[in-house]
């Protein structure tokens, strides 16, 4: 059976399979990656975030986050995810800049969020993904705690509607 890891913050391998891979520069590559843990961590814990990965082309991720049971099934095996064809990987394979998706659905704990993410390019060629996600509950609570006399924190959407602000008029 496996540990019960819900609750601490750790780094995840997942993808597209359940499966090592097996290509050495795909290895090479997550290995890499695996090199900004502790960059990954400390905004997973100091950001307000959800979660915060890194995707490659090849259909695989690291993510930081303290949901790792959300990500195994009954029987203890690791769940996929068709990386390639979420919004937030498509979203930013397309852009050259920060992307936000609409508000979606989290594949594995099914809360309801948003997700930043930014292209990684090598030469034009598009090598990794970064993302984070925040779930609304989250996200209205930090909102509604930064307000004070002189400023205060709000959420706009692309069509410049407020979504979350500590103030109910002005």
């Given amino acids: 059976a496996a540990a019960n890891r819900e609750g601490k913050t750790s780094l995840q391998l997942g993808g597209e399979t359940n499966r ?11 290995s890499l990656l695996a090199n900004l843990s502790d960059v990954m961590t400390a905004l997973y814990r100091n950001a307000g975030t959800s979660s915060v990965y890194i995707a490659v082309p090849e259909g695989y991720m690291l993510c930081v986050d ?17 990386i390639r064809e979420r919004p937030w990987y498509l979203g930013a394979a397309q852009s050259d800049s920060i992307f936000f998706t609409d508000v979606l659905k989290d594949t594995f704990t099914g809360e309801i969020g948003i997700t930043c993410t ?6 034009g060629r598009l090598v990794a993904v970064a993302a984070a996600d925040m779930f609304l509950d989250q996200m209205a609570e930090t909102v509604s705690n930064s307000g004070d ?6 959420i706009i959407n692309n069509q410049g509607h407020v979504v979350f602000s500590p103030q109910n008029q002005g």
């Fill in 149 to 154: 006399v002189v400023h205060y924190t709000c």
């Fill in 118 to 123: 930014i292209p990684i390019r090598q030469n």
């Fill in 66 to 82: 303290d949901k790792s049971d959300s990500r195994i099934d009954d029987q203890g095996n690791v769940l996929t995810i068709p």
């Fill in 20 to 30: 090592m891979p097996e290509d050495p520069a795909v290895l090479e590559k997550l």
